[in-house]
Every structure is written in C-alpha cells, then in structure tokens.
C-alpha cells in the first residue's frame, strides 16, 4: 500500500474549492476555481504554490480537458463508454488511463501495463469522501492523480450524476 490522499466534499453549501488531505489530515493540496460561471480555470496548489491547472476545452467533439503542470503540458479526453474513462494525452503519461465502475465509485489509473492509483469513493450523510491509494509515488504521478480525480469531481458536478451534489468542496 502506498500514500493516501483524501479529497471530502461537502454535499451542499455550494463553494468552488476543495482540499486534497493525507491521510493525517494535513492538507496538501488546494484545488479553487477562477469563479466563472462559463468554462471556470481550476488551479491546483501545494503550500501556495500552483502545480497545475486546467480547463475544459471549448471546442472538441469528445469533452477533453487541457492541463498545464509543473511537469508539462497534457490533455484529459473522455472517452464515449458507459463506464468512466479519461485517456491522457501527452506529457510523459502519455496514454494513462482513469477508469470507473458503472456508479463512479470505484477508479483506477493506470499506464503501460502498471497501476498508478487506485481511488474508492464512499457516500456519507452530508460528504463524498474520495480515498486515493498511492501505487507509484513519484511527485509527477501523484500531480496526475490529484488532477484526474480533481477534475472527475468537477466534472460530476457539472453533469448532475449525483442526487444533491453541488460545488462545495471543503476537506474534513
């Protein structure tokens, strides 16, 4: 087993911004919107410092994402499937994939033939809570991690899967 990481998202109470924790709790990442209503900027820091950020592409006929990273620059493209599937394209994860179960609450990515991660989500009665497990701990991979995740919680609010879930974001 390697490093955990937490994102809890608050089941109400909208709010554009959300902390991913170690498992002690101690926050290690901050992931805050530009507040626009239209295509928000996400950005994504650690101790203050932006590590990433990303944006949905207007124009693409499948939704794709674009992400500029301390490591470079790649995009996020879904792929059309009844599951969650999320296909890196460039950078040096080039084809690393995020993939689901059907109900989006169970996540793996992988890349070649190795797993980078693997996430559990689990509902409770006010909170999302979105459990990160480590395989690779190399800081680029674990920057790819946090966005992908980060960006499937974005994206799942704005698609309206969940019953009730909105944008705020706050870490226990």
Not at 34 to 44: H, Y
Not at 93 to 103: K, N, P, Q, R
Not at 104 to 113: A, G, I, Q, S
Request: overall charge neutral; charged content about 25%; hydrophobic content about 40%.
């Amino acid at each position: 087993m390697g490093r955990c990481l937490c994102i809890a998202v608050k089941l109400s109470s909208p709010n554009e911004r959300f902390q991913v924790t170690s498992e002690a709790g101690e926050v290690l990442y901050e992931c805050t919107s530009n507040f626009r209503r239209f295509n928000p900027l996400w950005t994504l820091t650690r101790d203050g410092t932006q590590v990433a950020e990303f944006r949905r592409a207007i124009l693409s006929w499948a939704p794709t994402w674009k992400v500029t990273s301390v490591y470079g620059d790649y995009r996020l493209r879904q792929k059309l499937s009844v599951l969650r599937r999320v296909i890196v394209q460039g950078g040096s994860f080039d084809g690393a994939e995020l993939t689901g179960t059907l109900l989006n609450m169970d996540f793996n990515v992988t890349f070649r033939e190795g797993k980078i991660a693997r996430a559990q989500r689990r509902l409770f009665l006010d909170r999302a809570r979105t459990f990160i497990d480590l395989v690779e701990e190399t800081p680029e991979a674990e920057i790819l991690t946090v966005v992908l995740m980060a960006n499937h919680l974005v994206e799942q609010t704005r698609e309206g899967t969940e019953e009730g879930f909105t944008h705020n974001q706050e870490a226990m």
